[in-house]
Structure formats: C-alpha cells, structure tokens
C-alpha cells in the first residue's frame, strides 16, 4: 500500500475511533445539520418533479386575427397563404371564420340573440383562428410573439390575439422558484458550515494536548489535519443521508393528498424520488459543506495557537 493511501487509512480510523468515543454528541450534529438540509433537499426533489410535468405541458396556444371592417372578404382569403407561410405549415391548424359564421356561433353561445338582432349590421369581422403546434415547453412561447408581430404586419389586418400569456406566467414563475431554491440552498448551506466549523473547533480543542504532543514528535500539520477533516465530512455525509431519508418518509403521506386532488382533474401525479445520480450528488454537497465547515475551523484554531 502506497503512502498516501496508508496516511488516509490511518486519518480515517482516527475519525471514527472518535466518532466511538463520542456518538451521542455527533449523532445530536448530525440531527442539526440534517435539518437544515431537509428543506432544500426537498425544495430540490419537488423541483425535479415538476420541472419535467411543466416541461412536457401542452401549451398549444392559439392565435386570432381580426380583419378590418373596412375589408372585403376577397382581401381576407387572400391572406390564408401568407398565415400558413407565417405559422409553418404543418405545425399549425388555420381556419378562416365569416363574419356571418362568427355572428351565428355568439348567437348559439349566448342569451344576446336579440340585442343582436337589433344592431342591424353584421358588427364582427371576418378572422382567421390558429392553433399552433410544436410549442411543447413553456421556453418555445417566446417564439409566439414573433409569429403575432408578423401577422400584425399583414395588410388589412386589425389586430391579433394570443392566449399564451398564461404559459410565460408559467416560465416566470418557474423562474423565481428556481431562484428562491438556491438563495434557501445557499443559506442553509452557510448554516450547515457554522455548525461544523463549531463542531469541529470544540474537538480540537479537546484534542488541544495531542495535537501538542504530535507536533513535538515530527507530525505534519497535513497528518494533524486529516482527521478532522474526514470528522467533519463524515458528519455531512451522515446528515445529507438522513435528511435524504426524512424527505423519503415524508413523501408518502403527501402522495396520498396529492392523489386525492389530482384525482379531480383526472391526472395520476405522484411525486417520485430522486434518481440514484441525484442522490450521490446530493450526498457529495453535504460532504462537502461538512470539509469546508471542518477546514476553516481547523485552520483558523492552528493560526490562533501559533
């Protein structure tokens, strides 16, 4: 066994051996420190579920456009080409609708069939209505406002109307959940850090006598270093495990809520766990903030007792 690898061996038996001596006093760090993982760990597991549900919404928007009352209808069939040309063909159903059909349909659909009458002249204008396709995630909306700019140039058009306003609420709003995970993740990360980096000064200064004696012997401040460090990842490791454990049971009685209401909109949506690259990843980042935590503490306790 080479060296390096027999130092590292050595550092990690002595962070367990003090581990041992002590379990009841990590056991309580790793119970704080995985409460201030849980809730991110959390946010991040309901992230992950939703993002694909949004993802995959069918968005679909459609579009209206409205002739001029001044245009007759020969103008207004003319621009079926330029539309379908606009809104790529194939990827979009247009359909043309008569002024007279368009009185006809608000007659059947409402109780103002009589105010109607009494208008006299047909007061709609002819349009065409477009549903669009290929739009299959909240981002591609943003295309639907260069479609509704260019059919706004037509001539003889009045105005357009488009329904997607909703699926940039949507993005948005995606957007800030997004931001408010990380500003959450960050802070709780700075908490998990203050929490090892006390941890960690407390059993330095346990160890104050050792580490005193091991520097008389030759030690280096690398092999006086090195268990400390493997303590304070292994903390984060631990709690990253249990907060990751805590989310696990917690899904469970909120899939049974989840069920019941998704059940009135016919869905089937469950929340389901994070893949196992998800949970390695997470566990890494609760090591990590456990080495950073036990590095700065280990550092800044040896500069003081130069």
Known sequence: MSPWLRQHRFALNAALSTVRKSPGSFLFNVLVVALALTLPFAGITLFDNVRP?????????E??????????????????????????????????????????????RSSLGDVLETLGDNPLPDSYVMKLAGFASANAADQVDVI??????????????????????????????RLALLLLAGTLGIVVIAVVFNTIRLQVLTQKEEIAVSKLLGATNDFIHRPFFYTGALLGLCAGGVALGV????????NDAIAQFAQLYGSTFQLMPLGAPEIAGLLAISAGLGLIGALLSVRRHLARGR
Not at 53 to 61: A, G, N, R, Y
Not at 154 to 168: C, F, I, M, N, T
Not at 247 to 254: D, I, K, Q, S, Y
């Open 53 to 61: 549900l949004s993802e995959q919404l069918s968005v679909d928007p």
């Open 63 to 108: 579009i209206s456009l409205f002739m001029r009352e001044d245009a007759t209808r020969a103008q207004a069939e003319a621009l079926a080409p330029k539309i379908r040309q606009i809104v790529a063909p194939g990827k979009a159903e247009v359909a043309f609708i008569p002024r007279e059909q368009a009185l006809a349909s608000l007659k059947e």
């Open 148 to 177: 509704t700019e260019r059919l706004g140039e037509l001539p003889g058009v009045e105005s357009v109307q488009v329904d997607s306003a909703w699926v940039k609420r949507l993005a948005a709003l995606l957007g800030i959940l």
């Open 247 to 254: 989310v696990l049971l917690g899904m469970r009685p909120l």
